[in-house]
């Protein structure tokens, strides 16, 4: 069964750190582009970064731009978010997210399969 598992939220004050990871089992993920998602109380969600099948090709938010980076390891079958300098609007749920094919899109509805997301909330 294919299956995608987040980790590494919680609780951080701004201009912290976390990293979220994203597992997956099931397939190889070296054929999927992956997809980070957030999702705020009462708001869409919206892409925060994604990375082609080689990791070649990485996406960024302007939100994010400079502050988080994308990364994977295939041999692990997992995918990275590094999130530095932390504000309060940062505060959602992150969602990853699987789509067989080389490219990736920032944009939600091209992707086949969904982790279960990760709180992250950032607050002093």
């Known amino acids: 069964q294919l299956q995608l598992v987040e980790s590494g939220g919680g609780w951080v004050q701004p201009g912290g750190s976390l990293t979220l990871s994203c597992a997956a089992s099931?397939?190889?993920?070296?054929?999927?582009?992956i997809g980070w998602f957030r999702q705020a109380p009462g708001k869409e969600r919206e892409g925060v970064s994604c990375?082609?099948?080689?990791?070649?090709?990485?996406n960024y938010a302007d939100s994010v731009k400079g502050r988080f980076t994308i990364s994977r390891d295939n041999a692990k079958s997992t995918v990275y978010l590094q999130m530095n300098s932390l504000k309060p609007e940062d505060t959602a749920v992150y969602y990853c997210?699987?789509?067989?094919?080389?490219?990736?899109?920032?944009?939600?509805?091209?992707?086949?399969?969904w982790g279960q997301g990760t709180q992250v909330t950032i607050s002093s």
């Open positions: 990375i082609s099948s080689t990791g070649g090709t990485t």
């Open positions: 099931g397939f190889t993920l070296n054929y999927y582009a």
């Open positions: 997210a699987a789509r067989v094919g080389h490219r990736c899109f920032s944009d939600p509805s091209p992707y086949d399969y």
